[in-house]
């Protein structure tokens, strides 16, 4: 090591310093073997994976690896490149947009007029290509059935994450700050509104299909006749493929125009996705409960006294403090949620068994059970792996998104 | 004026707090309920279900009112012939036939038994002859063991008020319901049976049902051991990983800590192909070269290797391995210590508590996990109490009872484990707020 300062260190010192070193490199000797079983592992079962279910994603693969085909398993989920382009070029031209909006605050003068140009002409054009790409794809996949079937379960994917974020988001909140109270008990509360979350969901799902969805002994078509809401042509939960916009219009006997039945946008998610979106519902609003009452404890009690001194009622300070300040919390959750039910495999395999893997009629197929089916039941890998980077792909812009509307959105405390 | 408002105030509040809890007591309700609702359909039999009783018969004292004592019957044998009943009167029209099982039998029976070739426990077809509605007590039923005809009796299924069919036309309820019978003597002319009543199995009868049909005493072995295996690796590994991320010194610590981060965002389908097949290659490497035949699939290692590096509770570590006062490892330099020691005289004795919910998640985690075993497992060796549960609902799906008791076997573990421990869990998922 050259001696930078320039001044004559003395032997004692060049010995401590060679100490020193040695020191150094033997820590760090020992951290990489401390590291290096969680280490070697992560990289085998957790990065290594990455690298090669793309690398499978590129092949003919059923069991056996096959040929090199591209792209194709890729063209075969989404249709034909070009439209796909246009969409993530859409997308790419949307986030450039961003970008551009958030150099305009720090700008001023001539260049924000021009910035502001360049802002409207990329959301435009971006927009543009965006809707024009989707149009596309979903032209094709009319008539394309492998292509209607991945964009389907997309689609209820997204049918399922607007159907139980919110509420258990809703539900969560609400407890959280009725527990918040001084309450009695509230460690019992906590603890059993947790108990859905901590236990097997294989137990859990079986329970909810075979007693509480099943349509003649269940639970919840006894609570329906008993409060009188219907006793006759009680809804068949998990075994209802129709949307439930259709079943809600035939239960008030309005008919329905054609164009909304064959919709699958218009229809809504059919009652089997809904059953399974009110069990989801059960697990997790308790795990949020928990988070929030977390996040909850983490606001400093004098906002509330100040407030309250100015003379705020408690709606203002659930409306001006409680609320911003649990923001984090609440997109963290967010997140968390709709990753959740990208990932959401388990419960809907044992809640659909006997109808048939995401049955009836492939109604509550969501992404990742579409994955799990292509892997399993068709065994295209390639294909499975391609839709499983797709999947992949959307959850990262997904966290993008999220964290770029957290940073301008939420109040950190 | 002023009275009258104080009370106004008072009355309020009293409705605000009657609100909070009437919600929070219907939140904790509609939590719990699914898991009363299952125990509750474990313990009936499968007539109560189908009719939609609320309430077990089981769980009220009816059953075990007025059993009978144990009493040993000596009863007649006749040789039996081709198309009769040795010469007993067989109704014409008989309300059941079936077989129910004699689980033990005395040492002088087992022995003549197993010179005929037969082991306990026997399958005994029984007849019941003739039932007369009126008459409160027992039935005379015939059974034969081998070749002899046995003359018994049965209990009657008006054991009490309320019961809404003969049970013993079902022969599920008649073997849960009727008397444990024990061949205690076998001389030639006299069979003597003991007839016990058994209130125990009565009550948790579709529990023991279960836990024969579907063979949930491996599955359930086999998850405590997995449990165990991995949340061992997932200590020793996360508690070396968590103190040099914490503790130590090196180069590329935090891209390396960030890199350990990015994991927790892939879901499990996209690994899971790439993982299934990775651990196939290995498998057949193993064999190829090692020449150990199933070293992954159909074995421990796929089960639990793949989750021994934690994240999560690496993470968790090392946010409280990071608090441990710098002054404590100096003191610990100067005496000659080194990191390794430091970590297991020092620092392990002082994080009992973050130990602990990693101990706890990850052994829930572990006990609940469904996906991967579905997959690596074909065989029952080392198949997880979950995926065998999956494959009981599927057989068992007609009879709802009994997979409800399986159910109930797979979570009763887990809640035990919570309730020792909930306040490690719950504290560890809100300080760290991972794993959705």
């Known amino acids: ?413 | 004026m002023r009275k009258a408002d104080s009370t106004r105030i008072r009355l309020r509040f009293r409705l605000t707090r009657a609100f909070i809890y009437f919600v929070l007591i219907l939140g904790a309700v509609i939590a719990v309920f699914p898991f009363l609702w299952m125990v509750l359909t474990s313990l009936k039999t499968y007539g109560e279900y189908a009719l939609r009783d609320p309430w077990p018969k089981a769980l009220t004292l009816l059953p075990y009112r007025n059993l009978p004592p144990t009493e040993d019957v000596v009863v007649d044998l006749y040789p039996i012939e081709e198309g009769t009943w040795g010469g007993a009167p067989r109704s014409a029209q008989p309300l059941m036939e079936g077989r129910i099982p004699i689980e033990q039998v005395s040492a002088p029976v087992a022995e003549q038994l197993a010179r005929r070739g037969e082991a306990p426990p026997l399958e005994v077809f029984i007849l019941v002859a003739d039932v007369d509605s009126e008459v409160e007590g027992y039935d005379t039923f015939y059974f034969t063991v081998g070749s002899r005809v046995i003359q018994q009796e049965t209990v009657r299924a008006r054991l009490g008020e309320g019961w809404k069919a003969p049970y013993y036309i079902n022969a599920p309820d008649m073997e849960r319901w009727g008397p444990q019978l024990i061949v205690v003597d076998n001389d030639p002319n006299h069979f003597v049976v003991r007839k016990t009543w058994r209130p125990t199995v009565m009550l948790i009868f579709n529990y023991i049902k279960s836990w024969y049909e579907a063979d949930f005493a491996r599955y359930t072995w086999n998850s405590v051991r997995l449990t165990f295996i991995s949340v061992t690796g997932v200590v020793v590994f996360s508690t070396l990983a968590a103190y040099a991320f914490a503790r130590m010194q090196f180069p590329g610590r935090n891209a390396i800590f960030t890199a350990f981060l990015a994991t927790l965002m892939l879901p499990e389908v996209v690994t899971l192909i790439p993982n299934y097949a990775i651990v196939i290659q290995l498998d057949r490497f193993f064999e190829r070269v090692l020449h150990i035949e199933n070293a992954w699939l159909n074995n421990w290692t796929a089960l639990t290797i793949p989750f021994m590096a934690s994240t999560f509770s690496i993470f968790l570590l090392r946010q409280f391995f990071a608090q441990i006062p710098d002054e404590l490892y100096d003191a610990a330099l100067i005496d000659g210590c080194g990191h390794l020691r430091f970590l297991l005289q020092v620092v392990l004795p002082l994080s009992k508590a973050p130990l602990m919910s990693v101990i706890v998640l990850n052994g829930i985690w572990s006990w609940n996990a469904f996906l991967w075993p579905l997959i690596v497992t074909s065989d029952e060796t080392w198949r997880p109490i979950t995926v065998g549960l999956s494959k009981f609902t599927m057989e068992a799906a007609a009879e709802v009872h009994l997979m409800m008791a399986g159910a109930a076997i797979t979570i009763i573990p887990i809640l035990i484990l919570y309730f020792f421990t909930q306040k490690q869990f719950t504290e560890g998922i809100a300080t760290t707020g991972l794993k959705g």
């Open chain 1, 1 to 413: 090591m050259p001696n930078t300062t320039g001044v004559a260190r003395s032997p004692q010192e060049r010995a401590r310093g060679r100490g020193a070193r040695r020191r150094r490199i033997r820590e760090a000797l020992e951290a990489y073997l401390f590291l290096s079983p969680a280490a070697i592992l992560l990289f085998a079962f957790g990065i290594l994976p990455v690298g090669y279910a793309f690398y499978i994603s590129l092949h003919r693969w059923r069991i056996q690896k096959g040929d090199f085909i591209g792209l194709a398993n890729y063209t075969r989920l989404l249709g034909p490149s070009p439209k796909v382009a246009m969409l993530l070029v859409g997308i790419g031209l949307l986030i450039g947009a961003y970008y551009v909006w958030r150099a305009i605050s720090f700008q001023s003068g001539g260049w924000q007029v021009g910035l502001r140009a360049i802002l409207a002409a990329l959301l435009i054009i971006g927009g543009l290509t965006l809707v024009l790409g989707a149009d596309g794809m979903v032209r094709y996949a009319a008539e394309e059935r492998t292509v209607r079937q991945y964009l389907l379960s997309v689609l209820r994917t997204v049918f399922y994450s607007a159907g139980t974020v919110p509420f258990q988001l809703i539900f969560a909140f609400l407890l959280a700050n009725l527990l918040f109270q001084q309450i009695r008990g509230r460690s019992t509360f906590r603890m059993l509104y947790f108990l859905p979350y901590i236990t097997p969901t294989v137990a859990t799902a079986a329970v909810w299909r075979a007693i509480i969805f099943e349509p003649r002994q269940g639970l919840a078509n006894t609570l329906l006749s008993f409060l009188g809401v219907a006793q006759e042509n009680l809804p068949r939960w998990i075994l209802e493929p129709q949307g439930v916009v259709v079943l809600l219009g035939e239960w008030l006997g309005i008919s329905l125009p054609e164009w909304v039945v064959s919709s699958p946008v218009l229809s809504g998610p059919s009652l089997a996705m809904v059953a399974v979106c009110i069990y989801n519902i059960w697990v997790f609003t308790g795990y949020n409960t928990v988070i929030y009452l977390a996040g909850l404890g983490a606001i400093p009690y004098e906002l509330y006294e100040a407030a309250e001194i100015d003379g705020a009622g408690r709606w203002q300070l659930l409306r001006h403090i409680t609320l911003p300040l649990v923001s984090p919390t609440t997109y963290f959750l967010t997140l968390m949620g709709i990753i959740g039910t990208f990932k959401a495999v388990n419960h809907i395999y044992i809640m659909t068994q006997i109808v048939g893997l995401g049955g009836p009629q492939d109604t509550t197929t969501t992404a990742a059970i579409y994955i799990f089916k292509q892997f399993r039941e068709g065994n295209r890998w390639g294909v499975a792996s391609a839709a499983a980077f797709i999947l992949l792909g959307i959850i990262l812009l997904l966290t993008w998104v999220q964290n770029r509307v957290a940073e301008e959105r939420v109040h950190y405390a």
